[in-house]
């Protein structure tokens, strides 16, 4: 899971107490920009419990896409989500989980869209394990189209551009669908809800 | 045509004539393929004529470069040339010096600006032309380069083992060792390959400054012999920070870690081709040094380097 955050810097500055985003002593992956002296932009990824407890302290303000753009564009104006990311390491685990090596990210090394590799890579292995569990393409259309209005390409684009949204409601169904093949469903896409293609139940309203 | 072979044999001056064979006027309407043929029978000219007909003051540098351009010189035919074992690394690089125009050579992402493999196990009075071949992909502008070594700290020892840099921790802390060179290469890509002894719970930094200005500004990916230990930071007059904590994979294993930074001052870190992660930052915009180094010697272990690509 990932989000964005503004966040407090802490840290003496030296290479034993480095300056560094406070994330409410949670030890995640990190991208940081200064917004000051005090004050900084995150994006920052780790398991659903590890981003609560980021989210849910006091001095931590969560961002949208959005909020987050602003900033970046204020910082920096040829850089853009893409450029202030880390690798999702619950994608990693899921990917495990399901019999696939993470280190599949690595069969991409050309970016196609922006100028970074990592949206692409999460992207590929997003996809991989979306076919594991036999979301196929078809039924993300449904979705897609259902709540969105658009196609599953478009949100698959919306990844590689570095939106977190699009990230999150991917990462969302493949955790749902993942727990679901666990309870020994077989789960598909139906539009706006995750079935079983087995029993037929609604697992999940999406 | 005996006579001729005779010249091509014994006389470089005969030679070169022929080579421009527009000053004889038998030879001008002379089949090409015929006369290269006949070039080819004097199969006994050693190198050192060879060299000699093509260092020769009649025939101009243009019309040289005017064989190396034709098309009966075809492009694979100079490439099995240039990568024969009987060039020298030491005079291929001179050649890729001499060519330093991107018009001319670089194009396809074989032209690297450093490189280093240690396969002479030095760090200084480096062998360019050592027997064995290099495995990169590339061709440096800089390959071996010689570095400047401060193992002064008492914890530390930095030898040449094996082919790899080979930082030795004694688990006693004290002061700061590196190997370093000159670099003023800011725009493009630092590869290189580490592996650790042994890991532990107590930190021992071992920065790699790929873009270092001086001794308070720098960028550097934090490694050590830590677990889950692994960042792209800066330092800024002297201050420290973390920009992007990566997190990577840390083991006994040898890793590939390469950083990449475009004119925007957009960064990208990958762990055996895998991106952990991007960031942007422009606080520093020149480079002087690039410095491998060791700070703090608290663990006792080995800390390998090899393989490095600027590119």
Known sequence: MKTWIKTKIIGKGTEDDPRRPYLANQSVPASMIEINADTCLCRVAGTPDQISAITADAEITQLTDEEARKIIKSKYSNSDLENVDVADPEVDEIAKSVGIDPQARADIQMPTVGRQVLQDQEKHLLSLISAKLGLTRDQWDTYAKEKFGKLGIDIDREIREGKNEAHEVVLNIIREAKKARDAGHVPMLEGAKLVCKKCGSVLKEL | ?311
């Open chain 2, 1 to 311: 045509m005996t006579d001729l072979k005779e010249m091509m044999l014994y006389s470089p001056t005969y030679f070169c004539a022929i080579a421009r064979a527009d000053w004889i006027p038998e030879l001008r309407t002379k089949d090409e393929d015929a006369l290269a043929g006949t070039i080819g029978v004097a199969a006994g000219i050693s190198a050192g004529t060879v060299a000699a007909i093509l260092n020769h003051p009649v025939i101009p540098v243009s019309d040289l470069a005017s064989i190396f351009d034709n098309e009966n010189l075809p492009a694979d035919k100079l490439q099995a040339i240039l990568d024969d074992e009987n060039l020298s690394i030491q005079r291929g690089q001179e050649i890729v010096d001499a060519m330093t125009n991107p018009g001319k050579i670089g194009t396809g992402g074989r032209r690297g600006y450093i490189g280093d493999d240690w396969s002479d196990n030095k760090l200084t009075n480096r062998d360019k032309t050592v027997e064995r071949a290099p495995t990169f992909d590339k061709i440096f502008s800089y390959f071996r380069p010689e570095w400047t070594v401060d193992d002064s700290p008492s914890g530390l020892t930095i030898t040449v083992e094996n082919r790899r840099v080979k930082f030795s921790k004694s688990g006693s802390e004290s002061g700061t060792g590196y190997i370093r060179i000159s670099s003023s290469f800011t725009i493009g890509a630092w590869e290189w390959k580490y592996q650790y002894s042994t890991l532990g719970s107590t930190p021992g930094y071992d920065g790699f400054k790929f873009m270092m200005v001086d001794g308070s500004n720098s960028y550097y990916m934090g490694l050590a012999g830590e677990t889950g230990y692994g960042d792209l930071r800066k330092v800024v007059g002297g201050t420290d920070s973390i920009i992007l904590d990566c997190s990577l994979v840390q083991d006994t294993d040898e890793h590939l870690v390469k950083v990449t930074r475009d004119s925007d001052g957009n960064f990208e870190v990958f762990q055996d081709g895998v991106s952990k992660g991007t960031v942007t930052d422009i606080d520093i915009t020149t480079c002087n040094y690039l410095s491998i180094e060791s700070s703090d010697y608290r663990l006792a272990l080995d800390y390998y380097v090899d393989s490095l690509k600027v590119y």
